[in-house]
């Protein structure tokens, strides 16, 4: 990708609302009519009640994406609903993490599929339209054997930069994200911060050598976590803007299996066998347990939150989600876009999801 490409992408997501509005419209009438209904619904619900809505049917959206993606090369397939059949030597290289991945994965697809379409048909039921991002989907696959090789995606997953800072900032770190924006949190494998890697077989090629499709596999664990953990802090955060108690009860309800889904993605990336990819030497994945990792305020069975200071440091630290306060919807579009899950996507996409995020982030709660 180049330079241009990149600053044309930051550029976009720092697009002011009114400015981000216009470019969607030209872009998606569908989605420039959500954008519209924020201002102008006579549903029974409040603007920002119906942009947090929106919002999160987007990301669930997204979600489900990548997540079928993955099902179909490492997950179970589901005879009930068309899908991929199965890459055996990437289920495999997944199963070195933990037996039941297969499971867990299609366990996880099904989850973010239901969510995307509940939200959505609540917004039906109060008279606002059903958010569609299929003129979107516009990016080619794997064409690896067990995917769909014609299915065209709304992400991603074969150029990622993950983030896996959440490995020591939920594990031995004092510090909290809302009272420290600060603090740089410490990368577990800072080889995946620094580059882009495929996290799914992108062809048969790399299914070969075992180390390398092992990285691929590595590389997939990490990034389960990385996503799961922006959703179990997406929904708190934007919880606090909500003005209807049926939305708080639909965001408290959901954002809680994100977060289950982050304990579960965790533990098993604790299990990545350590190795250097031999096609790509740049990306190397640590023994976790050895230095600067390892011991009891590291060691990779640690999957519940280490305490840390909550509202301020005059009261004793608390175990919690972090954080809540400083990330919103903005934050987590940036995030993901950063990331690389968004690569050759257009820019009318990057627009429609920053205006979306941006509307979210505006809600207030009313009385």
Known sequence: MTDEHHADRRSFLRT???????????????IAQHVANTATSSAPLTKGDIAILTFLAVAEILESDLWEQYNEL???QDSEEPAGSGNEEYTEALKNLDGDMDQYIHDNTDDEKSHKNFINAYLVSKGVAAVNLDAFRTLPGSQATG????RKR?????????????????????????????FVFPQAVPSLFAGHFPAI?????????????????????????????????LYPALAQRVTHPEVLLILLSIGPTETMHFQTWQDKAGNAPPLTDPTNPALVFPNLNAPPFGGQRFQTNLIMPEPCPFLSRTFPPCSIIRPIVTFGAVAAVTGLAASGLFTGQTPAFFAAATALAQAADAATRTC
Do not use: C
Request: charged content about 15%; aromatic content about 6%; hydrophobic content about 40%.
């Open 147 to 150: 995917a769909v090789k014609t």
């Open 74 to 76: 490492g997950g179970i």
């Open 16 to 30: 002011g609302a009114i400015a981000g509005t216009a470019l969607v419209a030209g872009a998606s009438g569908a």
């Open 201 to 233: 077989p992108r062809t048969d090629a790399d299914l070969t050598p075992a180390d390398h499709i092992q990285a691929i596999a590595n590389t997939a664990a990490f990034h389960f976590a990385t996503i799961e953990q922006g959703g179990t802090s």
């Open 154 to 182: 709304l992400t991603n997953l074969m150029q990622l930069k993950v983030d896996t800072s959440w490995w020591t900032r939920y594990r031995a770190s004092r510090h909290n994200p809302d009272l420290d924006p600060s």
